[in-house]
């Protein structure tokens, strides 16, 4: 069975400023997909980012980037630029690669960007 | 384009009875995970409908149960409400394997249970 640790309960960042989220993994496969999922207050799962664990290239997408270390089996999010609207609970999942809906979740991050 | 819809919102229901919960995909999506996210923590997986057949499960008990119809919507039964069964009940909707291995999920807002 895999697991997802988060070690961060909460952060805080200011407007503007760069956080970045901690998470690592453990798992026994070699193919497998990792997430990080935003939820706001409204509650609504929003996924930011997805990395396929064959690429080594971390993925990208506007603001948000990961910093995958495969061999270390960590998965960090990094938020550039903070903005307001970044403030939720971000969640890190593990799919695993012959079923990759099937979403094993960490405990969650509470980031709070300030004004 | 309508995404992930889910109902009803919130429901209240006491210990001893049993609960429906509905899930209509987002539009050309044929595959429906439930997940159970108790208050403070993480969603768990609870089990995946394709085709209209429990395709993965998580270790929840044979209480929770359920369905998915032919337009690819879904229901959730909970047999026998304990009060721990009080969550948000997210519904995720993707495109199969078959269709696609990008994985993306789209999740619904959510349906709050409260047992009292």
């Known amino acids: 069975a895999q697991t997802v640790t988060q070690s961060q309960p909460e952060m805080s960042v200011q407007e503007a400023e760069t956080v970045t989220l901690s998470c690592t993994y453990d798992?026994?496969?070699?193919?497998?997909?990792l997430f990080w999922y935003k939820q706001p207050p409204s509650r609504q799962m929003i996924l930011v980012i997805r990395?396929?664990?064959?690429?080594?290239q971390n993925a990208t997408e506007n603001r948000f980037s990961v910093n995958f270390q495969k061999a270390a089996k960590s998965f960090s999010l990094k938020i550039s630029d903070s903005q307001l609207g970044d403030t939720a609970m971000y969640f890190c999942?593990?799919?695993?690669?012959?079923?990759?809906?099937?979403?094993?979740f960490g405990g969650g991050t509470r980031l709070m960007v300030k004004p | 384009d309508a995404g992930v819809t889910q109902s009803p919102t919130h429901l209240i229901k006491t210990r001893g009875q049993q609960v429906t919960l509905r899930c209509s995909p987002k539009?050309?999506?044929?595959?429906v995970s439930w997940y159970q996210q108790a208050l403070g923590q993480g969603p768990q997986f609870i089990f995946q409908?394709?085709?209209?057949?429990?395709?993965q499960r998580g270790n929840f008990p044979d209480r929770f149960s359920g369905h998915q119809f032919p337009n690819y919507s879904s229901e959730l039964n909970v047999n026998a409400l304990l009060l721990g069964d009080s969550a948000l009940y997210l519904c995720?909707?993707?495109?199969?394997?078959?269709?696609?291995?990008?994985?993306?999920?789209?999740f619904g807002p959510g349906t709050r249970l409260t047992v009292t």
């Open positions: 409908y394709y085709e209209e057949e429990e395709r």
């Open positions: 995720a909707s993707s495109l199969g394997l078959a269709r696609s291995r990008s994985y993306e999920q789209y």
């Open positions: 990395q396929e664990a064959y690429k080594q």
């Open positions: 798992t026994s496969e070699n193919n497998y997909y």
């Open positions: 999942a593990f799919g695993p690669g012959n079923a990759g809906n099937m979403l094993t």
């Open positions: 539009s050309g999506h044929d595959t």
